[in-house]
Nanobody, 123 residues
């Protein structure tokens, strides 16, 4: 059973930056494809970013491309999401995710979820 614990959320002004972290335990982290999703109030959970188990390939939602960067450190069992140029519409609970073996970049493609960390961007 994989456990994912996020941290790093908080309140930031528009244009600011935050770095989210997700520490994994209970499994072979280096073999997992990982990602981040977010869910804003009243909206469905949506894909944000994806990274392969080697860290060699990444993929982003159009809404965050060029502003967010996903990375991982397999020696620390940790995946990161660096968020720059934050906008009020980035306000959401951000969830760390470990994908199933056949990667599908939707919530149905996720095998394990963290409990989430809240990011609030003020205007």
């Amino acid at each position: 059973q994989v456990q994912l614990v996020e941290s790093g959320g908080g309140l930031v002004q528009a244009g600011g930056s935050l770095r989210l972290s997700c520490v994994a335990s209970g499994g072979a982290f280096s073999g997992y494809q990982m990602g981040w999703f977010r869910q804003a109030p009243g909206k469905e959970r949506e894909f944000v970013a994806y990274i392969t188990w080697t860290g060699g390939s990444t993929y982003y939602a159009d809404s965050v491309k060029g502003r967010f960067t996903i990375s991982r450190d397999n020696t620390k069992n940790t995946v990161y999401l660096q968020m720059n140029s934050l906008k009020p519409e980035d306000t959401a609970v951000y969830y760390c995710a470990s994908f199933r073996s056949a990667v599908v970049l939707t919530p149905s493609g996720v095998a394990y979820w963290g409990k989430g960390t809240l990011v609030t961007v003020s205007s």
